[in-house]
């Protein structure tokens, strides 16, 4: 118990930090915030954003020749559907980049991809049914993407796990509540101290939490 205490719990923050709608990269340091109605998701692979109405978006990077033109990398192939002559160059808050509009028989896509510290970023839209909303929100996605300020990164806190000793009268739901900032906390405490509902907390015992920082 020693040795995993203080140790972090989850995605380490250098993957990248979800805040609410908003992602943000500590070490490559930019942020970008998604459309109100979806939830994100961090992997080592890509961020991936789902709507409850039939929208999703994946974000994630791509090995692309600095000889390349994002235009060009864009009309490469690797978006089914593409519409070539949809294809066309922007430039947001100093970054440059490149959007195309795809369509296959069942999903729409609003496609976008950058430069940026060296990399070619993407972000992929999809939605059943294309719309202005589905338009306007993948290109306010991509206007929101932007170098992070200290202020964003102060928004970034670190989870850990501590190990607590309980106390004359500490329940599960007790020990719990030193877990702030989680959801479904006394669920959490059970899971992590293989205990189910209604096992007896044993004062004196030490006992699994975790805290965000």
Do not use: C
């Amino acid at each position: 118990m020693r040795a995993i205490d203080g140790i972090l719990f989850g995605d380490s923050p250098n993957q990248g930090a979800i805040v609410g709608r908003r992602f943000i990269q500590p070490d490559a340091k930019f942020t970008f915030t998604v459309p109100e109605g979806y939830t994100l998701q961090n992997s080592k692979a890509a961020v991936v954003g789902v709507a409850g109405d039939g929208e999703a978006v994946r974000f994630d990077s791509a090995e692309v020749p600095a000889t390349t033109s994002l235009e060009d990398y864009l009309r490469s192939g690797w978006i089914v559907g593409l519409r070539p002559d949809s294809v066309r160059r922007v430039s947001y808050n100093g970054i440059d980049m490149a959007t195309g509009i795809a369509a296959t028989e069942q999903w729409n896509f609003r496609v976008s991809v950058m430069r940026y510290g060296g990399k070619v970023y993407r972000f992929i839209f999809a939605a059943r049914f294309d719309s202005d909303r589905f338009a306007q929100g993948a290109e306010a996605t991509l206007k929101s993407f932007r170098p992070t300020t200290s202020k964003d990164l102060a928004l970034i806190r670190t989870v850990r796990l501590k190990v607590v000793t309980a106390r004359p009268g500490d329940t599960a739901d007790s020990l719990a509540r030193q877990m702030s900032g989680l959801t479904k906390g006394v669920q959490l405490f059970y899971v992590l101290n293989n205990l189910s509902p209604g096992d007896p907390i044993v004062a004196g015992e030490r006992y699994k939490v975790v805290v965000v920082k």
